[in-house]
Nanobody
Framework: QLQLVESGGGLVQPGGSLRLSCAAS????????IGWFRQAPGKEREGVSC????????NYADSVKGRFTISRDNAKNTVYLQMNSLKPEDTAVYYC???????????????WGQGTQVTVSS
């Protein structure tokens, strides 16, 4: 069974950091671009960051540039999202997704995780 599982979410104070992980089971991530998306209550799902299958290309939403870093370890079949200088507006459920094509649009991705909650609050 093909599965993506996110972990690393939680409650953090403004200015704090979290590292999200996206682990795959049932398939190898080597040939897939990976995207991170988030959805806040009452808002549409938005792209946060994505990384190509080789790791050579990455893309960030303007709202997270300079604060978030995406990386991948294909040997561990895992992709990471390091989130620093977190703000209350980063509060959302974060999802990872795998797809053949690289890009920020959700329609490019075929496999989705269940999401992990990130709450930024004092």
């Amino acid at each position: 069974q093909l599965q993506l599982v996110e972990s690393g979410g939680g409650l953090v104070q403004p200015g704090g950091s979290l590292r999200l992980s996206c682990a795959a089971s049932g398939f190898t991530l080597d040939y897939y671009a990976i995207g991170w998306f988030r959805q806040a209550p009452g808002k549409e799902r938005e792209g946060v960051s994505c990384i190509s299958s080789s790791g050579g290309r990455s893309n960030y939403a303007d709202s997270v540039k300079g604060r978030f870093t995406i990386s991948r370890d294909n040997a561990k079949n895992t992709v990471y999202l390091q989130m620093n200088s977190l703000k209350p507006e980063d509060t959302a459920v974060y999802y990872c997704a795998a797809g053949v094509a690289f890009g920020p649009h959700p329609d490019l991705y075929d496999y989705w995780g269940q999401g992990t909650q990130v709450t930024v609050s004092s």
